[in-house]
Each structure stands twice: as structure tokens, then as C-alpha cells.
């Protein structure tokens, strides 16, 4: 999205009709209004992220709230780096928000080391548990909470899907950020499925862009291979380079979400993020309106996806079987 500033950017959606809620009413009577803070592990430059951020914005508004209006948002962008998105969480938090939204687990992990009392909506985190956020999901206990977007027996599922497109293949590279302490669980339910569809897996562990280019190429000097990408800011960030080694080298690859298909992956299985988006808007709503976190339970994701490109299929010349394409939810010309 052009012409957007990184600090305190302001979208402003519509003009209808706006609910004052009691915290806005309040605030306003104190002349200042209520305060949202977001935080996202996507490129400001990536319009995948702005897509999001417009999913949350139209939910916020149809729920009544409008940036500038009765309420103020303010937005930071960390991209992939840690550090940074470290930095800009103290400068979200200092301007002490009534509620801040994280996008993605490293902009949870960083927000909740600056605060342990504003309220915190996360989304696109897989394992809230095991990241030390909560100890229980029906009713959060701290000052986090939010919406998970994988389960992580969704691993055996990109094994069948891979070996229904290409029966042939026999080795597939697990493509991974060690620095995301999630991979490991996911590599751990796809061992477990690999044997009963016969391939071997190669765990790919990438950092950066220029890694991701030599570990494909490596491992595609062998037959029959096939990637399976994880979930991870690093291969989000990078999923270009991950698309177009896939294709160069003609490996079948599935991704975690709809946004690698649409920008030319071959296919992918995983939650519907925006869903994950208009549901989050829910959450900051009840906050802004007076709800305690422990009221509001951490949520699972509702809806899967599958998606295929099928001019990728042709690129790759894959005889993609109808019933596979029958079953997708959505099939790119």
C-alpha cells in the first residue's frame, strides 16, 4: 500500500453511524479517546499483512468503531526481525493502549515482555500453551488471549495432499525457521504420518533468503522430492523465494496458507486467516466495552482451506487428480 507511513498511519473506513461505547464515551468525556495498538510480523510493504489489517479495520467498524473517530489505532510493522519488532513493541506500549492486537507469535512474545497488564489479543499463534501465554485456554489467566491458527495434526494432511498430486514422490524437505520454536511439533506429526505414505523426510531448517535458495537447490539434485512449507515469519517474509525456487527446480510444494497460492504456489491447506481477523475484532471490541481477558477464551480456528494454483499444476506438469481439485475450496486459473 503506497503513500503509508509506518508510525501512526491512520485508515479511516466509512462514515456511517458509530456506537459510543462506554469506554469511548468515557474517554471522550476526558478528552482523549480509546487507544488500539497493532503489531505485525508481516513487511508494512506486504500487501498480504495490509489485507489483514483491512479485515480487522472493517470488523472494528461494523462493530462501531472508527480510527479517528471515537477510537485511535496505532500500527508498527517488524517484518521477520526479531529485534526490531522488539523495539517497536516498547514504542506501542508506552503509548499505553487500552488494548493491543499481535500479529503472530514473535509480536505476542514481544508485547507481553513489555506488559503484563494491557490487555493483549493475539492471532496467527499456533501453540498459546506452549509459547507460555496461557496455561489454560477456556479462561486465560493473565493478560493474553486470543486466536490460535493451526493445529499441529494438520501435518499429515500436507503429506496425503502432496502424495495425492504426485504419487511419485518418495522424499520430501520439511522447510522450517529453527529460530520459531513451534517447528519442532509440526516435524514431529509429519514423522508420524511419513511411513504410512511411504517418504522420507529431510528437515530444512532456513534463516534467511539466501539459505532458502541453497537448501531447494541441495536437495533438489535428487529425484522425486516434494517441499512442505511451515508456518513462520521468515517464510512468510521470503515466500517468494520459496515459490520461485520450488518452481525452478519443478518440486511439488504445499504451503500453509492461501496467500503462497495466490502468488503463484503450487497448493496449500491451512486456516482462514482473515476469519482469524474478523473474529479478533470481536475480541477488542469486548474489551474496549469492559470485558476482563479471563472472559474471553482462547479460540481454535473454525475453517480450513484448501487451495490450487493450477497454472502451476501445468508449469510443473503435474496431473493433478479431479477429485483433489473437486474437493478444493478454491481453485486458481
Known amino acids: 500500500m503506497s503513500g503509508i507511513r509506518r508510525r501512526d498511519f491512520v485508515i479511516l473506513l466509512g462514515c ?3 456506537a459510543a461505547w462506554p469506554l469511548a464515551a468515557r474517554a471522550q468525556q476526558a478528552g482523549a479517546m480509546p487507544r ?7 513487511a508494512e510493504s506486504d500487501p498480504e499483512g495490509q489485507a489483514l489489517i483491512k479485515e480487522l479495520m472493517q470488523g472494528l467498524q461494523e462493530l462501531g468503531w472508527v480510527n479517528g473517530r471515537n477510537v485511535r489505532i496505532n500500527f508498527r510493522f517488524g517484518g521477520v526481525d526479531a ?4 523495539t517497536l513493541a516498547t514504542e506501542l506500549i508506552e503509548l499505553r493502549p487500552d488494548v493491543v492486537l499481535a500479529s503472530g507469535a514473535l509480536a505476542a512474545t514481544a508485547l507481553r515482555q513489555q ?4 490487555p493483549i489479543v493475539f492471532v496467527q499463534v499456533v501453540d498459546p500453551v506452549s509459547a507460555g501465554f496461557v496455561t489454560n485456554l477456556a479462561r486465560p489467566e493473565g493478560n493474553i488471549t486470543g486466536f490460535t491458527n493451526f493445529e499441529f495434526s494438520v501435518g499429515g494432511k500436507w503429506l496425503q495432499l502432496l502424495k495425492e498430486c504426485a504419487p511419485s514422490v518418495d522424499r520430501i524437505a520439511v522447510v522450517f525457521d529453527p529460530a520459531n520454536p513451534t517447528w519442532a511439533a509440526y516435524l514431529r506429526t509429519i514423522e508420524a504420518a511419513a511411513p504410512s505414505f511411504g517418504v ?6 532456513v534463516r534467511d533468503a539466501a539459505e532458502i535458495t541453497q537448501r531447494i537447490a541441495t536437495f533438489a539434485r535428487d529425484p522425486n522430492g516434494a517441499l512442505v512449507v511451515l508456518p513462520s515469519p521468515v517464510t512468510i517474509g521470503h515466500r517468494e523465494t520459496i515459490i520461485v525456487a520450488a518452481a525452478r527446480h519443478r518440486l511439488p510444494t504445499i504451503y500453509p496458507y492461501r496467500f503462497f497460492t495466490v502468488d503463484g504456489g503450487l497448493m496449500s491447506y491451512g486456516s482462514d486467516v482473515l476469519d482469524s481477523y474478523r473474529r479478533a475484532a470481536s475480541y477488542v471490541d469486548r474489551i474496549l466495552r469492559g470485558a476482563k481477558v479471563a472472559e474471553l477464551p482462547v479460540q481454535q480456528p473454525i475453517k480450513y482451506e484448501l487451495t490450487i494454483n493450477v497454472k502451476t499444476v501445468k508449469t510443473l506438469g503435474l496431473a493433478m487428480p479431479d477429485s483433489l481439485l473437486a474437493r478444493a475450496d478454491e481453485v486458481i486459473e
Not at 488500539?36 to 508481516?42: A, H
Open 83 to 86: 529485534a526490531h519488532i522488539s
Open 36 to 42: 488500539i495498538g497493532l503489531l505485525s510480523v508481516f
Open 115 to 118: 506488559t503484563l497488564s494491557i
Open 200 to 205: 522420507r523426510l529431510i528437515p530444512a531448517g
Open 16 to 18: 456511517g453511524t458509530v
